[in-house]
């Protein structure tokens, strides 16, 4: 069975700060991850996705993840926040149906 | 840039009524499906649709669910009888593939409020 678990349900940062929103995943082969962004009223909209290739993986927006297989974790950064980047993220795994985590609310102060 | 879309945005209905909801997946799509997120919970995974055929469904998808494609376009859930603990935001997305490696794209769901 695949899982996912977002770490915190909530983070708040600062505009220019870095960004780091916390994935761990438990799968029992090799899985493909997925971030999913979620502003207020939109669809979910694909950031990066990890399927095997490089494990630093780059997305829209400025955004990357690490795939650490050691760590099962897949964290998602950013170098500098913007106020657009408010929202809410998943992380998500895929195998004949996709795992959702819970979610994580990003905040972004000016 | 070609997207899913959704119709109504939101929908309320009584306890025990019929609805149905609808989706316009990307045309070139081939696999279709419906996933639900109760307020305040995860996102979870209702039905995968190919080839006018359910491929998969977990165990919430029952008896009083139902996914049609009607036409070349549109992909519909219908709610038999629904029941208050229905109400929640249902996401349609669709694919060009089946893989895990293939990204989904999403609708901007509809919200069911169930009276």
């Known amino acids: 069975a695949q899982s996912v678990t977002q770490l915190d349900s909530h983070v708040s940062v600062s505009e220019g700060t870095p960004v780091l929103l916390r994935c761990n995943y438990s799968s029992s082969y090799s899985p493909s991850l997925f971030w999913y962004v979620q502003h207020p009223n939109k669809g979910l909209q694909l950031l990066l996705k990890?399927?095997?290739?490089?494990?630093l993986v780059k997305g829209i927006n400025g955004f990357e993840a690490e795939f650490k297989k050691s760590e099962t974790s897949f964290h998602l950064t950013k170098p500098s926040a913007h106020m657009s980047d408010a929202a809410e993220y998943f992380c998500v795994v895929s195998g004949n149906d996709m795992r959702f985590g819970a979610g994580t609310r990003l905040t972004v102060k000016p | 840039e070609p997207e899913v879309t959704q119709t109504p945005s939101h929908q309320v209905t009584q306890m025990g009524q019929e609805v149905i909801l609808r989706c316009v997946p990307i045309s070139n799509h081939l696999y279709f499906y419906w996933y639900r997120q109760i307020l305040g919970q995860k996102v979870e995974f209702l039905v995968s649709f190919y080839n006018n055929e359910i491929s998969e469904k977990s165990e919430i998808f029952d008896d009083q669910f139902s996914v049609e494609r009607p036409d070349g376009s549109n992909f519909t859930l219908k709610i038999r009888s629904t029941k208050l603990e229905d109400s929640a935001m249902y996401f349609c997305?669709?694919?060009?593939?089946?893989?895990?490696?293939?990204?989904?794209?999403f609708g901007p769901g509809t919200r069911l409020t169930v009276l």
């Open positions: 990890y399927t095997s290739a490089a494990t």
């Open positions: 997305a669709s694919s060009e593939l089946a893989s895990s490696y293939n990204e989904q794209f």
